[in-house]
């Protein structure tokens, strides 16, 4: 299976790539100024080789990491390109961000409080129901 679909998503990825780098000139200004950009998605194409060659080889989970590893590193690919900005060359990250208040705000009572009751609850409960049903009371 991954080899039927492996050329399809390499082809696709390439050609967003491709048409991004000629669609947008600031893409492309950045890219040719920073050369070293070029890494990633070197990296994703052989993270997506990776999977390739491990499913073949009949890994079980290797060829899954690896594919999201270059799911993620195309990603990173597409943040990269458009840097500061999340909105493509109208909206920064600056302009989009919440006042200072309301990060500090979030910070202390949902970071430092709130997520810690969170983890400590979620803990609890596999805890308590670790063990209590067996194999064939599976819903498959």
Same mark, same amino acid.
């Given at each position: 299976?991954v080899?039927r %679909?492996l050329?399809?998503t390499?082809l696709?990825? =390439?050609? %967003?790539l491709?048409?991004t780098?000629m ?5 492309? &200004?950045?890219?040719h100024a920073?050369p070293s950009?070029?890494v990633l998605p070197?990296?994703a194409?052989?993270?997506? *080789? ?6 073949k080889?009949g890994?079980t989970?290797?060829?899954f990491?690896?594919? =999201?590893t270059? /799911? ?6 597409l943040?990269?390109s458009y *840097?500061?900005? %999340?909105v493509?060359? #109208? *909206?920064?990250?600056? &302009?989009a #961000?919440?006042p200072? #208040?309301?990060q &500090? /705000?979030?910070?202390w009572g949902?970071?430092?409080f709130?997520l810690? *009751?969170i983890?400590?609850y979620t803990?609890v409960?596999y805890t308590v ?7 064939e009371?599976?819903y498959?």
């Open positions: 299976m080899g %679909i050329p399809l390499l696709v990825a =390439a050609s %967003i491709v048409v780098l669609t947008h000139a600031q893409v492309g &200004e950045r890219w920073h950009l070029y070197v990296l194409l052989l993270a997506f *080789l990776g999977s390739l060659f491990t499913a080889a890994a989970s290797a060829p990491t690896l594919a =999201a270059g /799911f993620v590193l195309m990603l990173l690919t943040a990269v *840097l500061p900005y %999340i493509p060359f #109208s *909206l920064t990250l600056s &302009e #961000s919440a200072a #208040s309301s &500090e /705000f979030l910070f949902a970071g430092l709130v810690p *009751l983890v400590a803990y409960a129901f670790r063990g209590k049903t067996r194999h009371h599976a498959h």
